[in-house]
């Protein structure tokens, strides 16, 4: 459990590094509103759809790919 909340962190360490951390906030936080908590590929795929609303395509592929690139997606 606790590898898995190092891989989680680091992916969104990488998404505040990419899109800057207002935006990552944003996304994060909108992501999370009414989340029923059952898997972190579901939670980060909504933190990128929460992405996608907000800001677009651009930065939600950046959110994807910090994700996929940590194998969460």
């Known amino acids: 459990?606790?590898?898995?909340g190092r891989i989680w962190s680091h992916a969104?360490?990488?998404?505040?590094?990419?899109i800057g951390s207002t935006k990552a906030d944003t996304?994060?936080?909108l992501g999370q509103i009414?989340?029923?908590?059952?898997?972190?590929?579901?939670?980060?795929?909504r933190i990128v759809?929460?992405?996608q609303s907000v800001y677009g395509n651009a930065v939600a592929m950046?959110?994807?790919?910090?994700?996929?690139?940590?194998g969460i997606l």
């Open 62 to 70: 950046k959110v994807r790919n910090a994700f996929e690139a940590r």
């Open 27 to 29: 996304a994060m936080l």
């Open 34 to 45: 009414d989340f029923p908590g059952a898997s972190m590929p579901d939670l980060a795929t």
């Open 1 to 4: 459990m606790h590898d898995d």
């Open 12 to 18: 969104l360490w990488d998404i505040n590094r990419s």
């Open 49 to 51: 759809n929460a992405a």
